[in-house]
């Protein structure tokens, strides 16, 4: 009987010490579980959130040029106040002419100059790149490219934004070597035009454009980007993740005015108003749309570029109206 006694006094006091052993056990690995979990919590909370859309194309982003990687470029906030003046190179006398039709624009109250490289198709000025490629020389008729270097040289000189207006032509090689030439000349802009259908009502498909752009970068990494569209671009709402898309391989975005009137322009400020800010919009139009610009101002926006000049102000109607103020 004592033996026996002693071996359930000996299993009694054995199973409280099991219980608590697996207790302890227990209370460990629970708040090693609850430590690992608010950690990891911690990590969802801060971590960032993808927001953007689910990406329906299928889009090279690997382009690094200029500030530009993965289409994320820079936009410095100075492009919504560039006022750009054209600037008429045609009948050059020498280079103090040169400075004077530069210096008349500063003036006239703009802060950048507007060159037209293209027009009817056709350059404007005797590029070295277009005689590489055509293996013909260049018209002696049109603005020597010395001359335009010198423009150029003396606009940065004194601090005046320089952009160049050009429309893509039929042979995107021959476009990316005009382009290469622009920004060696010293362009501070290239605004790229010919593109105006690209996004319609129906949307559009962009691929194509942001090879173009990514294409020019390749050659122009010290020319900040501008591409032109139509103002039916920016009107449908079916166009913002494009719009989106687009101003993300851009310094900023263009807006082409020049076949709307002076009310056509108003009702478009009034309905894209936030465009103009977002996308640092520059509307380019004519000189001869003499209502424009007040439109322009009347609305709060600050910035246009000129791809025509200014019709110069008759003497006998300013003579007129001199003497009757």
Do not use: W
């Amino acid at each position: 009987m004592k033996k026996r006694y002693r071996s359930y006094t000996a299993k009694k006091y054995k199973l409280p010490k099991r219980i608590l052993f697996f207790a302890v056990c227990a209370i460990i690995i629970f708040l090693f579980a609850l430590i690992v979990g608010n950690n990891l919590k911690k990590q969802m909370e801060n971590a960032p959130i993808d927001r953007e859309p689910v990406e329906t194309q299928d889009f090279e982003e690997n382009q690094t040029s200029n500030g530009i990687e993965n289409g994320n470029s820079t936009h410095p906030e100075n492009k919504a106040t560039v006022k750009a003046g054209y600037l008429n190179l045609s009948e050059i006398v020498d280079q103090k002419d040169i400075q004077q039709r530069i210096d008349q624009l500063v003036l006239d109250g703009f802060n950048a100059l507007s060159f037209v490289a293209i027009e009817n198709d056709k350059l404007t000025y005797a590029s070295a790149a277009l005689e590489e490629y055509s293996r013909l020389p260049a018209s002696s008729e049109i603005v020597s490219l010395q001359d335009l270097t010198d423009a150029i040289a003396y606009a940065n000189e004194k601090n005046i934004t320089t952009s160049a207006f050009y429309c893509k032509g039929s042979d995107d090689v021959l476009d990316v070597m005009i382009c290469s030439e622009l920004s060696q000349i010293g362009f501070d802009e290239i605004i790229i035009s010919g593109f105006e259908d690209l996004l319609t009502e129906n949307g559009g498909e962009i691929t194509p454009c942001i090879s173009y752009i990514k294409n020019i970068r390749t050659v122009a990494a010290s020319s900040h980007i501008s591409l032109c569209l139509a103002p039916s671009a920016y009107t449908y709402a079916r166009n913002s993740y494009q719009i989106e898309k687009l101003f993300t391989y851009t310094e900023f975005l263009s807006i082409n005015v020049t076949s709307l009137d002076s009310e056509k322009v108003s009702e478009l400020c009034d309905n894209i108003s936030g465009s103009f800010s977002t996308y640092m919009l520059r509307p380019v139009t004519n000189g001869d749309a003499v209502e424009i610009p007040a439109v322009l101002s009347e609305k709060g926006i600050s910035t246009i570029q000129y791809i025509s000049p200014i019709p110069e102000a008759d003497p006998e109607t300013s003579d007129t109206t001199t003497e009757e103020q």
